[in-house]
């Protein structure tokens, strides 16, 4: 199969002008739509755009592949859009893009189908044939370039194929040598390379293909595993990997890793592969590059980032748990159920919940950092700063010391002791590990964290109402500042935790919950309000059929949803504004959440249920407004770029 089996004349289009970055990426749906590939065009244009909140997928060069794997799409298809004028499309160079490919995949898609869009994604790394397809006259032109470089393409790749078998019959002749004394037969790869991104289509091939030319221009013997869509290409075999010299890992998502243990590594995002890969080959050559251990991070990564992403692991495991023991508490605690045998039996189950939190909180910190050997360790931790009334500071300190300790000792096991190590890890390393966690918290930790526990508690207590306020506000206008970036995460983050600090009752960390989901909600039904109804005549007719859906979604917590809207980053202004009045109002008002998750399916249970609604309904009309105060400025702004009005739908 080839890339014109799947692209085609009616999928191809030359502009001279698009405005913005939403009408790119709704024009190439329409494309790839009309090849009738797509069974559901609205549900794979939202997870476009949700792969676009993710990164851009503009990788430089004026060059852009939109795409995402989708209940949406019925069987792969390829549309192509040329904008003369350039679009910010927020690449990764700062710089407008021209060329713009756009791939539909649904999430069983046959081999054939995902070699092809492996193909293109490898064509588009030559630079002398984007530049040609950049300055296209017609679709036929476009469509007769990408033919004749993927024909070329194809015939060095059967030319790689055949040197590839003569050198593994070599290989074959030369380990034969080496059993019998020659050491210096064997010709093996100077580095060993793995890349990987979380939908497998472009960036995944399109690191691996940098890295194979940046390695042949420097006399650099590499082989490049691709673990893409279709599953593992040019998979990396065990003798491959014991005689490289390095290893690069360029992955946005999880590898199989104990295959490099004891090897020297290199390990970044996959991005940095595409745009940086001499760089990565020469770190990955240095002397100072850091070997890969079991259960371990590398020393590339920063301290901090270290922590976070134990942190962040710890969290996803607490959030259900969580989630059930405030939901069933809060329930327990109804009028109706309150004085019932019921009532005291779900009141039960919600404080029994309620006091794993910490043990499951740390257990999980601990296992992120030194895998299953630590789980004792972590949860020993947990159960002491439940025990000391260390609160969360406590059970995140004890997380982390345990998850040290387990880490020390499989490493002074692996260096001093051989054999018995099913005895060791399931005996030795989960006594001793919790053992010395004990010894740290009882007499390290837990002053010092229950202090810390006590203080920011009595803080939200105690707080004057124009601190309250200021703190819900700050909390929630995080939330929107980059929806799935740090800022979220750390306020969502901080809710969490000081809602695990009081479960199952409804503490001072409820407060700081409502004010963080209110700043979740707000976003896409601000979006919604605006181009609804406030000001529906600044937003076009596409954008106004999502408007129902973000309304949903806002209802349900999911922030997304007011991706769609975002077409300028002053967009997100208005987002961030909404949310700030909503976490104002509803720290100042003393809502509370019971649960770290739910949206408006939780705020019958939720402490001034009426207050909160009130919150969320003033936040979303401050936001709806700014949304339209800030459409209306950009639309402005188009009129006088034109010298006439813009376009709108009409309705």
């Not at 810390?452 to 200021?470: G, H, Q, R, S, T």
């Not at 980059?482 to 750390?490: E, L, Q």
């Not at 960390?509 to 989901?517: E, I, K, N, P, R």
Request: charged share 15%; hydrophobic share 50%; aromatic share 6%.
């Amino acid at each position: 199969m080839q890339i014109s089996d799947l692209l085609n004349k009616d999928c191809v289009s030359l502009l001279d002008s698009l405005p913005d970055k939403t009408a790119v990426i709704n024009h190439l749906v329409d494309l790839v739509a009309s090849s009738g590939c797509l069974c559901d065009k609205e549900k794979f244009r939202q997870d476009v755009f949700a792969r676009e909140a993710q990164g851009s997928t503009g990788f430089g060069e004026g060059v852009a592949i939109p795409h995402a794997k989708s209940d949406g799409v019925a069987r792969p298809g390829l549309a192509a859009l040329v904008v003369k004028s350039g679009v910010d499309f927020d690449a990764f160079d700062g710089q407008k893009v021209e060329l713009f490919f756009i791939i539909a995949s649904p999430h069983q898609a046959s081999d054939a189908h995902l070699d092809v869009l492996a193909r293109l994604s490898t064509l588009l790394m030559d630079e002398s044939l984007r530049q040609k397809l950049k300055q296209a006259q017609s679709a036929d032109d476009l469509l007769a370039m990408i033919d004749n470089a993927e024909r070329a393409h194809m015939a060095q790749e059967a030319q790689a194929q055949e040197v590839a078998t003569a050198e593994q019959s070599a290989g074959q002749s030369a380990a034969a040598q080496i059993s019998s004394g020659d050491d210096n037969a064997a010709a093996y790869y100077d580095l060993v390379a793995v890349t990987a991104c979380p939908a497998g289509l472009s960036h995944t091939y399109m690191a691996a293909e940098a890295l194979e030319q940046k390695a042949r221009e420097l006399g650099i013997k590499i082989k490049v595993e691709a673990d893409g869509a279709a599953g593992n290409r040019n998979r990396l075999l065990p003798e491959d990997i014991a005689h490289a010299k390095a290893v690069i890992v360029a992955a946005d998502r999880a590898v199989e890793m104990d295959r490099f243990i004891g090897k020297p590594m290199v390990r970044v995002g996959v991005g940095e592969g595409v745009h940086h890969p001499e760089k990565l080959i020469q770190r990955a050559l240095s002397s100072k590059c850091p070997v890969y251990r079991a259960g371990g991070m590398l020393e590339t990564s920063s301290v901090p980032m270290r922590l976070y992403r134990h942190l962040m692991s710890g969290l996803t495991y607490l959030l259900p748990v969580a989630a059930t023991a405030g939901i069933v508490s809060a329930v327990a605690r109804l009028d109706v159920l309150k004085d019932s045998s019921t009532g005291l039996f779900l009141d039960t189950i919600g404080y029994s919940l309620g006091t794993l939190l910490f043990p499951i909180l740390s257990a999980f910190i601990a296992f992120s950092i030194a895998g299953r050997t630590s789980l004792v360790a972590g949860f020993t931790g947990g159960v002491m700063a439940d025990m000391a009334g260390a609160g969360v500071v406590g059970a995140l300190l004890n997380g982390f010391i345990g998850g040290g300790a387990a880490f020390l000792l499989t490493k002074i096991a692996a260096r001093f002791l051989k054999g018995h190590d099913a005895m060791f890890a399931l005996l030795v390393y989960p006594l001793l590990g919790a053992t010395i966690t004990t010894v740290f918290a009882q007499y390290v930790t837990s002053l010092p964290a229950a202090f810390i526990d006590n203080w920011i508690e009595n803080f939200i207590i105690n707080a004057p109402l124009p601190i309250l306020m200021v703190l819900g506000a700050v909390l929630a206008g995080m939330m929107s500042a980059d929806m799935g970036g740090p800022f979220n995460k750390v306020a969502y983050a901080t809710g969490v935790l000081l809602l695990a600090d009081c479960l199952p009752e409804n503490g001072p960390g409820s407060m700081v919950m409502a004010a963080v989901m209110a700043g979740g909600m707000v976003p896409p039904l601000a979006a919604a309000l605006a181009s609804g109804l406030l000001g529906r005549h600044y937003f076009s007719k596409e954008e106004r059929k999502h408007s129902a859906a973000a309304a949903i979604k806002g209802l349900m917590f999911i922030t997304e949803g007011v991706l769609p809207f975002l077409i300028a980053k002053r967009m997100r202004l208005a987002c961030i504004l909404g949310s700030a009045v909503a976490g104002a109002l509803a720290t100042g008002l003393h809502c509370g959440l019971c649960a770290p998750h739910g949206g408006i399916f939780i705020v019958p249970l939720a402490q001034n249920p009426l207050g909160y609604l009130f919150a969320l309904a003033m936040g979303t009309l401050m936001g709806a407004l700014c949304f339209v105060f800030f459409r209306r400025q950009l639309h402005h702004v188009a009129k006088r770029s034109k010298g006439q009005e813009p376009p709108l739908s009409a309705d």
